[in-house]
């Protein structure tokens, strides 16, 4: 399989407006660009004529100037010998592209053009995690010989390794373009290799790390909101001394966006069938979610009286529900009498403890089973998660019949809370898909049942590993595992060919943000906490429009109908529509002020038939009394509201009341006392 190069136009605005920033610097040369052996890249344009620049992509991208938030590069003086010299600060541009559009594309296109115009030749890649950059060395490594079939050259790419260092010294030498990729952590710490000040094979004796600061390399950050702007990491990267750093996110921080040249919103992208449509298929009731996400934030000892702090879903005066931190709370204490909602009515503090073997707080409730354990919800959170599982893989089966018939692989990613619930020995997410994936195939292999190797085959799964290969929930090493490992981040094509039996990816975070491939068609969140993965992250895993087995994207037409759409992503959160929908909004109203910015959604119940047969009714007096004992019986359990139109009442009461039959008397009487009385 070969993954098709296609020619985008929004994905060449999005190059064009980055490269138009340096309209006018002088082409770099080996006479003007290098000293002391040492290849850098040269800008000969002055802080003014950035600026003009800069103003002039935003207008032609159509960005208005308050959402641009322009910075103008700045300068300052330094002393050099006998005279001042001006140093002009590195700067920052900003590009944002809603995930699975192509961002990586668009910025490696990006490196190709910068040489190609105006001679740049390093360039430093800058991920948040592992899986980010070794999707980003995938990109370079299939899309190699197409690139250069355009531009007419391939720069040398290479994944930095601190066990390789003096390829870094190659880097600052070579004439011919460079890439190098490396993770914050690589630069992050003064004991990491490349900090280091004293080694037998320095260069000019120089730190490696001020070895690549004086080529003066672009700086691309990828994800730069995954904490490359905490103070270390920014300080590392200063360290480096970019000509500019340019930033491409699709979930850019408000709070550290500067010249933003090129934006494509989730809208744009959504109605231009740029991305897959979505779809949220919910398991849960919105009384259930109420139950069930309760969460022990803090507890504490004040002075011998046990007190907590929960999260809990509040109802405000307006009827919206919000999951809030509640105030402190002792034994005795009702959930309701803090959230003012109904569904915690019976939800008493009977206990607050902390056990002497544990480092956690538990809570437990009167007449409830169940108890709350620092950091995790409560409420029957397995029984959501047996149902989640049930439709994903239910509802994998009948994608994967359908789109095998056109050559595309299906693929379900599932979310999990804690590698142990995968991995272990109280494993409860792998023993639930066991059980829903050997339930429901039969139904869609003939009747066969599966074998104990098939299960396990079609299941894949990525957690990072510590140093000593202990799976963690964090960052931290490869070793374990590296055959899956290199399948899920390293070789896409395999994961997508049909003669590869895995179709499930497990994974915790570390796939959250970087991640994704473009035949993800179901991803089911099964976490004890909805704010883990935000939305956008989460669905963003799925977006990208899917492949068939010759690597061909396979566009729906633009009147395709819902039953014969393609490209579908549906989601299996583990909340209600309204939640999922709410937070959903409320991340694109934060970033763009908008909520309209955001993709739109299908909703399906999972709680309801797929179908409703309708009746007419035949009015038959056997059927009536059946009908009408139906109804005395269902009126028992159903709450309804009766209203009532006080003057029609009172009308007809006293148009009755004149017709009963009694004395003259009373009949008068009795109507003078109600017309008083009225």
């Known amino acids: 399989m070969q993954l098709a190069l296609e020619e985008l136009k929004y994905q060449q605005d999005a190059v064009d407006a980055v490269v138009s920033i340096f309209d006018g610097t002088a082409s770099n040369t080996y006479d003007n660009a290098t000293v002391k052996g040492i290849r850098s890249n040269r800008l000969t344009l002055s802080p003014d004529e950035i600026e003009a620049n800069i103003q002039t992509a935003c207008k032609t991208s159509g960005i208005a100037d308050e959402a641009a938030k322009f910075e103008a590069p700045q300068t300052i003086e330094e002393f050099r010998g006998d005279k001042t010299v001006n140093l002009r600060l590195p700067f920052d541009i900003s590009v944002e592209m809603e995930t699975g559009t192509g961002k990586t594309l668009v910025y490696l296109k990006t490196i190709y053009r910068l040489f190609q115009k105006y001679k740049f030749t390093k360039f430093i890649i800058l991920t948040a995690t592992i899986p980010v950059r070794q999707g980003v060395m995938q990109t370079l490594r299939d899309f190699e010989k197409q690139l250069d079939d355009i531009f007419e050259f391939t720069p040398n790419f290479f994944e930095y390794d601190s066990k390789r260092i003096p390829e870094v010294a190659k880097f600052a030498q070579e004439q011919h373009p460079q890439i190098m990729v490396m993770t914050i952590a690589s630069i992050t710490g003064d004991d990491r290799i490349i900090n280091r000040e004293q080694r037998e094979d320095l260069f000019d004796n120089l730190p490696f790390i001020d070895l690549i600061a004086r080529t003066r390399r672009v700086v691309i950050m990828d994800e730069p909101q995954m904490g490359m702007d905490a103070p270390a990491t920014s300080n590392a990267i200063s ?201 429901h195939f039969p139904k869609y292999n003939g009747g066969s049942e599966p074998s104990a190797e098939q299960v396990e085959k079609v299941q894949g799964y990525y957690f990072a590993n510590t140093s000593r290969g202990d799976l963690t929930d964090g960052e931290g090493g490869k070793e374990e595992q590296k055959r899956i490992y290199d399948l899920i981040l390293k070789d896409k094509k395999r994961l997508l060919s049909l003669e590869n039996p895995v179709q499930f990816i497990f994974s915790h975070s570390a796939l959250g943000v970087g991640w994704d491939n473009p035949n993800v068609f179901q991803i089911a969140t099964l976490s004890t906490t909805y704010s883990e993965i935000k939305k956008r992250q989460e669905i963003g895993r799925g977006l990208r429009i899917c492949v068939d087995q010759t690597g061909k994207r396979i566009y729906d037409a633009p009147d395709v109908t819902a039953k014969d759409r393609v490209n579908l992503l549906t989601v299996i959160p583990n909340e209600t529509y309204e939640t999922f929908a709410l937070q959903y909004q409320d991340e694109i109203r934060e970033q763009y002020g908008d909520k309209r910015a955001g993709a739109g959604m299908t909703h399906t119940d999972g709680n309801k038939p797929k179908s409703e047969v309708k009746f007419t009714r035949n009015h038959n007096v056997e059927i009536d009394r059946a009908l009408n004992d139906f109804w005395n019986a269902l009126a028992k359990k159903t709450e309804f509201a009766v209203v009532f139109d006080d003057a029609e009442i009172i009308k007809q009461a006293v148009e009755k009341v004149f017709c009963c039959h009694h004395s003259a008397y009373h009949r008068r009487s009795r109507a003078d006392e109600y017309r008083r009385n009225e």
């Open 239 to 439: 360290r480096l001394n970019p000509l500019v750093r340019l930033r491409y996110s699709a979930t850019h921080r408000r709070e550290h966006l500067q010249n933003l040249v090129y934006r494509l919103t989730p809208y744009e992208s959504y109605s231009q069938g740029l991305v897959k449509k979505i779809d949220v298929l919910t398991v849960v009731e919105k009384n259930d979610e109420a139950s069930l996400k309760v969460e022990l934030v803090e507890a504490k000892n004040a002075n011998g009286t046990f007190k907590a702090r929960l999260k809990a879903w509040k109802k405000k005066a307006d009827g919206e529900l919000k999951f809030e931190v509640t105030p402190w709370m002792s034994p005795g204490d009702r959930l309701f009498d803090k959230t003012n909602n109904v569904a915690y009515h019976d939800y008493v503090i009977e206990n607050i403890k902390k056990p002497m073997d544990s480092d956690r707080w538990i809570v437990t409730f009167q007449n409830r089973d169940f108890q709350l354990l620092e950091g995790e919800a409560g409420g029957n959170i397995e029984a959501v998660w047996a149902t989640q599982m049930s439709f994903l893989v239910k509802k994998h089966f009948e994608r994967s019949a359908v789109l095998r018939e056109k050559g595309i692989k299906c693929l379900s990613l599932v979310f999990i809370n804690r590698v142990a619930n995968y991995i272990g020995d109280d494993s409860i997410i792998k023993k639930l898909f066991v059980e829903k994936y050997r339930e």
